[in-house]
């Protein structure tokens, strides 16, 4: 006899986590929800809808094999989909894990679902509270420094291994030259694959995998292949290979197919048996039980009206080159868009230093900017693009997350990415026709911005810096220009 039904959402695909970890075989019935709205709501890439849908529907169909009830209910909305399986069971209790966004909770909420806490991370939200109320500034290292010791990774007598905590300065080289990057892993595609692709109309590619199984694949190639590299080009971007050294793990941790601790136990164990070098390790693992951990534990902490925050009043429309690679002949920013176009991923310094950037310095509003990056990117959810878009990438909270604004020039671009040999525009130059953008409205921006950030001991040096330009009032007219070339894609 059925006496309850278990909630589980897109992106809760743990079988031993959230409201599965207690289940009864005898009284229980498992319930997904696909809901139309998710796929017609909004302009989501469809490779992003695609991997949601089809990583679903092949774990119902691991958990029906191992003999578990389960319904996949299509509705219009997630309440139909509730009423429906309510339809067939009669009015039981339905249970869920807290879900992961301030919408979905309240609307859960007001359902009257049940919850159970949400331990697909490694943070329990209440955990997080404590240590952000005893802190005066949140700063994310000295949440991952209590984090290694909480967890107890590479951690011997309250010493780090290695004897650092963070060897940041031994990473961020440029592009390497001459390199062989490993091949990328394809993930083939099956039945379940193929049905969800022609209901959505959409030729997938082969990057992500949707089953669990795919999921410790892509780890354990990410072990065997890139773990050692990791560390020293995490911040380079290359013209010849999109994915470099990274995990491509975001979509998995964040959908429940890979839990952050399977991941961690990995990466140690490759590093206690001599496969890889410290400083790439801890790298990763900063990033993993660090800063995933944190931008959750911020979402939460900082509440749902954070999202909303505009600190420098920029009010300039998307820009059309977001949503068409076509749109721009800045070649860094066309080819980021076009990664994107293709596959719905780029890592994490094309996200902060090209698109934030470029959003940041011509005072893109963040709320289009974000609400962009939520449709784009097959790894998005509100708990991680909100703190990211808004605290790291477009600096619209004053800086309660971070102590000054992402903003560079082409210098940085120049040095960290190989896209601006044969681009149009001289990172070098910053006014005139020839100028790179970026360093034009780099300087702009600064101007544009000087009292407040003068303020700012981090920023002080490179407000002073404009002192030194003698060609202000042209960089300003330039600037100008720029942001209405870029606003009619023509620049
Ligand atoms: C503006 C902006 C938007 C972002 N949006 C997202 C997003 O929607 N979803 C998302 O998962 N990540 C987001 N990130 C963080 C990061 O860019 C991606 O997690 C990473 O690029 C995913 O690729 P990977 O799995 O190969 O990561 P790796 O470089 O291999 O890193 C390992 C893991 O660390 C975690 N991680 C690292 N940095 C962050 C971070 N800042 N926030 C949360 N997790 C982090 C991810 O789980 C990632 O899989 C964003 C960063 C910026 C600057």
Redesign the pocket.
């Known amino acids: 006899m059925t006496s309850r039904i278990l909630y589980v959402p897109f992106d809760h695909l743990n079988r031993n986590k959230g409201v599965l970890k207690d289940r009864n075989p005898k009284t229980d019935v498992v319930l997904l929800v696909e809901s139309a709205r998710m796929i017609t709501g909004r302009d989501f890439h469809k490779e992003r809808l695609f991997f949601l849908i089809s990583s679903a529907r092949h774990f119902v169909q691991e958990l029906k094999a191992e003999g578990i009830k389960v319904e996949y209910i299509k509705a219009a909305t997630t309440v139909a989909g509730l009423d429906k399986a309510k339809s067939s069971y009669g009015d039981l209790p339905i249970y869920c894990a807290e879900p992961s966004s301030f919408r979905s909770f309240a609307q859960l909420t007001e359902y009257g679902v049940n919850f159970v806490p949400n331990d697909l991370f490694l943070t329990s939200r209440q955990d997080f509270m404590t240590w952000a109320k005893s802190q005066k500034t949140y700063v994310m290292e000295n949440f991952y420094r209590a984090q290694r010791v909480r967890l107890d990774i590479l951690v011997n007598a309250g010493k780090p291994e290695g004897g650092q905590w963070n060897f940041d300065a031994d990473n961020r080289l440029p592009p390497p030259k001459d390199y062989v990057w490993p091949e990328y892993l394809y993930h083939e595609r099956d039945e379940i694959d193929l049905e969800v692709a022609k209901e959505l109309d959409y030729t997938p590619t082969k990057t992500w995998a949707t089953t669990h199984k795919g999921a410790l694949a892509q780890l354990d190639n990410f072990i065997t292949n890139h773990l050692d590299g990791?560390g020293p080009y995490?911040d380079a971007v290359t013209k010849d290979n999109w994915a470099l050294h990274?995990?491509?793990?975001?979509p998995y941790?964040?959908n429940g197919l890979l839990d952050p601790q399977v991941a961690i136990d990995a990466v140690v164990k490759a590093y206690e048996s001599g496969k890889a070098r410290i400083q790439s390790v801890e790298a990763?693992i900063r990033?993993?039980i660090g800063?995933?951990e944190y931008?959750n534990g911020m979402y939460w902490f900082l509440g749902e009206d954070y999202k909303y925050k505009n600190g420098l009043n920029a009010q300039l429309p998307l820009l059309p080159v977001f949503r068409n690679s076509k749109a721009t002949e800045m070649n860094c920013v066309s080819s980021v868009v076009k990664d994107i176009e293709d596959r719905s991923?780029v890592?994490?310094i094309p996200?902060?230093m090209i698109?934030?950037n470029l959003a940041l310095i011509t005072g893109t509003n963040p709320q289009e900017f974000l609400d962009w990056?939520r449709e784009a990117?097959i790894?998005?959810?509100d708990w991680?693009?909100v703190p990211?878009?808004i605290g790291?990438?477009v600096h619209a909270d004053g800086g309660i997350m971070m102590t000054k604004p992402y903003a560079a020039g082409g210098a940085y671009i120049s040095r960290m990415t190989q896209y601006c040999k044969g681009c149009k525009y001289n990172p070098k130059l910053r006014v005139g026709e020839d100028a790179c953008p970026f360093t034009t409205l780099y300087w702009d921006f600064l101007d544009r911005h000087k009292e407040e950030f003068v303020k700012n001991h981090r920023m002080s040096q490179q407000v002073y810096g404009l002192k030194k330009l003698s060609d202000l009032e042209e960089l300003k007219v330039r600037a100008n220009q720029v942001i209405t070339g870029l606003s009619a894609g023509q620049i």
């Open positions: 990791f995490e990274h995990s491509l793990l975001s941790l964040n990763f990033q993993v800063w995933r931008v991923w890592h994490h996200r902060l698109l934030s990056m990117f790894d998005a959810s991680v693009m990211n878009v790291m990438g």
